[in-house]
T-cell receptor
Framework: GAGVSQSPRYKVAKRGQDVALRCDPI?????LFWYQQALGQGPEFLTY????????KSGLPSDRFFAERPEGSVSTLKIQRTQQEDSAVYLC???????????????????FGEGSRLTVL | QQQVKQSPQSLIVQKGGISIINCAYENTAFDYFPWYQQFPGKGPALLIA?????SEKKEGRFTISFNKSAKQFSLHIMDSQPGDSATYFC???????????FGAGTRLTVKP
């Protein structure tokens, strides 16, 4: 596909259940990000990958959150023992390259998927 | 921790009017300032972006004004249309890394 694809689009989990959210970035995009968007709020950074390397996981709210991108393409965000406060839309974004002085135009533009809406009952 | 503060939370404008959304930041390391547009059920999409070496950038009906000394920037939508009704997010990051921080969003409604 042409864009960032996320699945499932909607997930309802019982409190205490584990969930896994998948992100297929745009082919060839080096950078991949996960954001959490609470209702009526802006996206909050969770974690960042450059290829398969997780360079920043400072936004993960607890050790129940885990993300991986083993082959530098598809990424999975896993939430263990879900809690009600985990209910949110989880957005994945990818970008063509690591943005820096040599990057031009919109090279650093983030392309977002439509998100996975998680509801924890 | 909201590193980028956005206002207003919601905005109603008549068709043909000017929509203005404001953002302020604290971190002087920020030097890339994009605006994203989000429709219900969709992910945010880049609308327009600016770096602080210019004070204004215009693309069609959308203009970013940037005030480096005040650490503020704003989005102006000229001749607002009902199709512009969406949530708008300002964001900021240091140019040499990907640590993008978003504002809380402004829900814009353009009445026909």
């Amino acid at each position: 596909g042409a864009g960032v694809s996320q699945s499932p689009r909607y997930k309802v989990a019982k409190r205490g259940q584990d969930v896994a959210l998948r992100c297929d970035p745009i082919s060839g995009h080096v950078s991949l990000f996960w954001y959490q968007q609470a209702l009526g709020q802006g996206p909050e950074f969770l974690t960042y990958f450059q290829n398969e390397a997780q360079l920043d996981k400072s936004g993960l709210p607890s050790d129940r959150f885990f993300a991986e991108r083993p082959e530098g393409s598809v990424s999975t965000l896993k939430i263990q023992r879900t809690q009600q406060e985990d209910s949110a839309v989880y957005l994945c974004a990818s970008s063509l390259s690591y943005r820096g002085p040599l990057a031009g135009g919109r090279t650093g533009e983030l392309f977002f998927g439509e998100g996975s809406r998680l509801t924890v009952l | 921790q909201q590193q980028v503060k956005q206002s207003p939370q919601s905005l109603i404008v008549q068709k043909g009017g000017i929509s203005i959304i404001n953002c302020a930041y604290e971190n002087t390391a920020f030097d890339y300032f994009p605006w994203y547009q989000q429709f219900p059920g969709k992910g945010p999409a880049l609308l327009i972006a600016i770096r602080p070496d210019v004070s204004e950038k215009k693309e069609g009906r959308f203009t970013i004004s940037f005030n480096k000394s005040a650490k503020q920037f704003s989005l102006h939508i000229m001749d607002s249309q009902p199709g512009d009704s969406a949530t708008y997010f300002c964001a900021a990051s240091p140019y040499n890394n990907n640590d993008m921080r978003f504002g809380a969003g402004t829900r814009l409604t353009v009445k026909p």
